[in-house]
């Protein structure tokens, strides 16, 4: 299987030898049309020489404890594993 950089050259030299006008037009208005999916819009590019600490201050992250996790998720029961996954199957 070719890669993408691969396939995209040879895609380029084979519209390179097109003498059809027509066909390019089409081609064309094709490849215009193509658009990247939608979850790219919230593609960001990855920053450089950030710490750990000032990412979790831009997301103004408030870790909690256990002792307060515990008494959060204590309604909720300590159902088996089992069910937990069935629900998620159905």
Not at 24 to 46: C, D, T, W
Request: glycine fraction near 2%; hydrophobic fraction near 40%; charged fraction near 30%.
């Amino acid at each position: 299987m070719k890669k993408l950089e691969e396939l995209k050259y040879d895609t380029i030299k084979m519209i390179m030898l097109v003498r059809d006008f027509e066909f390019l037009n089409k081609v064309n208005a094709q490849l215009k049309s193509y658009s990247a999916p939608k979850f790219m819009e919230g593609v960001r590019p990855i920053r450089e020489n950030i710490s750990f600490e000032q990412i979790l201050e831009e997301q103004n992250y408030k870790p909690i404890s256990y002792q307060a996790f515990r008494k959060q998720a204590e309604p909720l029961g300590n159902e088996p594993i089992d069910e937990l996954l069935n629900l998620l199957s159905a």
